[in-house]
């Protein structure tokens, strides 16, 4: 069983930074697709931005070059550094980890954590 859990939210004016951390136990970090997606209040959940296995990473196109993604297999932890924040971030920030099984996959979650831009 793997358990994923973030930190680092908070409250933010625009143009601030955040940089939230999610944790993962169980599981083999090192061969997880770990991302990070957002929901916002009355909006479907959004992939944010993701790290593949091989270090190939991927952003949503109203993040690039404000958001970067990175991940340690050692401390078996992703991040989520955001830069130049917009009262348009707002949402419930959640730590995803894929893990590829035979033919199929599975995927965990985290509990989330809330970021606040104040404008």
């Known amino acids: 069983q793997v358990q994923l859990v973030e930190s680092g939210g908070g409250l933010v004016q625009a143009g601030g930074s955040l940089r939230l951390s999610c944790a993962a136990s169980?599981?083999?970090?090192?061969?997880?697709?770990m991302a990070w997606y957002r929901q916002a209040a009355g909006k479907q959940r959004e992939l944010v931005a993701q790290t593949t296995d091989t270090w190939i990473t991927t952003y949503a196109d109203s993040v690039k070059g404000r958001f970067t993604i990175s991940r340690d297999n050692d401390k078996k932890s992703v991040y989520l550094q955001m830069n130049s924040l917009k009262p348009e971030d707002t949402a419930i920030y959640y730590c995803?980890?894929?893990?590829?099984?035979?033919?199929?996959?599975?995927?965990?979650w985290g509990q989330g954590t809330q970021v606040t831009v104040s404008s």
């Open positions: 169980g599981g083999d970090f090192s061969l997880a697709t």
């Open positions: 995803n980890a894929l893990f590829w099984v035979g033919v199929g996959s599975r995927d965990y």
